[in-house]
């Protein structure tokens, strides 16, 4: 059997219905009521008493009780059916700004969406505000560069009202390549901590462009990190090997070294098997197992250059030995699962497992480390 460790969506009931939108979740009552996001109690049982008028409904579920911290926050879409956004007890938090993007990548794991949907930027200012977090929460898309001059309202709200919180934005970086803007955003860095997740999938154009399926996406891309990072904006350059990209890591590495500055590592990501990824699956997908030299080769330019590898998504099955202190536990605890196959593994403690929406065809069998 699969084990997902923690679900994220749960089932709720109550005696009248509660709209739709963000809510900050409460246990208790709060010593101290914030109201950047309606307040919504949270029970195990049906409540004896009259609900106070500082919540603004009530749900009931034991489940949604015994798996959230006060201050939680979620999302109601419909019915009776909630998501938990922000949680305390999540390895990982982002929220999602705009479903809206300037690219079409193969593996999307969102596909995007052209509607307008401009009130999930200002929903997820408040949710960080209220989430009250010190500690780092994902901004994700879509793009979230799109907003322009919104991003920077964002970045200002978020600064002065959530000061104790660091973001870290995934962005496909084209943005940047508006240098007046990279200095708008280089200025907010002076209140908050923030770093950009820029994802460059080969140092060949061609390649970069058909990966991502925008022409002209990869000379944007470039010159956005080159001009982010020499203004000084902390990046992280992220590389999703596939079937058409594999062989350019080693010369994105060194790429990365002799053309960028301000680069903090370099990720390479596990591919997720989900949105548009599972339409292109036999076209992007590799074997990670026979791939082992080409991740060694990568990293002995790594340390000659000084940028330092990550690998993500990966089980440590799939990395040779050397590798395995580079690996960290990045997928997300109510996605990540390990195969029955990995219950005799020493090192399941220590690896990452498996994607959650893997399951059956989209993974290579583990190889229990004995």
Request: one cysteine or more.
């Amino acid at each position: 059997m699969s084990e997902v460790i923690r679900n994220d969506i749960f089932r709720f009931t109550s005696t009248k219905s509660v709209p739709m939108g963000f809510y900050r979740l409460c246990k208790e009552k709060p010593v101290n009521p914030q109201f950047w996001l309606p307040n919504l109690f949270v029970t195990a049982d049906q409540p004896a008493n009259a609900v106070q008028s500082y919540f603004e409904s009530y749900v009931v579920s034991r489940q949604l009780y015994e798996s959230i911290e006060d201050g939680d926050v979620g999302i109601i879409n419909n019915g009776n059916m909630m998501r938990v956004l922000l949680s305390r007890r999540a390895n990982h938090n982002t929220v999602l700004v705009t479903e809206r993007c300037n690219n079409k990548c193969l593996f999307c794991s969102q596909p995007p969406k052209a509607a307008n949907d401009d009130w999930l930027l200002m929903q997820s200012a408040l949710a960080i505000a209220a989430f009250d977090f010190e500690g780092v929460i994902g901004v994700s898309g879509g793009e979230p560069l799109l907003y322009g001059e919104e991003f920077l309202t964002f970045l200002d709200f978020v600064a002065e009202n959530a000061p104790q919180t660091s973001l870290h934005v995934l962005t496909n970086g084209r943005g940047f390549s508006d240098t007046r803007f990279s200095k708008s955003v280089k200025e907010r860095t002076k209140n908050i901590k923030i770093t950009f997740g820029i994802p460059l999938y080969s140092s060949h154009a061609s390649i970069h462009d058909q990966l991502v399926g925008s022409l002209g996406a990869f000379n944007d891309t470039v010159a956005g990190i080159i001009n982010a990072g020499n203004l000084g904006i902390n990046i992280e350059l992220r590389f999703i090997p596939t079937r058409l990209n594999i062989n350019e890591l080693p010369e994105l590495v060194e790429f990365t070294s002799r053309v960028f500055s301000n680069v903090n590592q370099i990720s390479i990501m596990g591919l997720e098997s989900t949105g548009w990824a599972r339409k292109n699956w036999e076209r992007i997908s590799i074997d990670n197992y026979k791939d082992t030299e080409i991740f060694n080769s990568a990293d002995r330019i790594s340390q000659l250059s000084g940028v330092p590898l990550t690998f993500f998504n990966y089980p440590l099955c799939q990395l040779p030995k050397n590798l395995w202190p580079f690996a960290v536990q990045s997928i997300s605890d109510w996605k990540n699962y390990y195969p029955e196959e990995c219950d005799e593994c020493t090192m399941k403690t220590s690896c990452a497992g498996y994607f959650s929406s893997s399951k059956g065809k989209f993974h290579q069998t583990p190889r229990p480390i004995l």
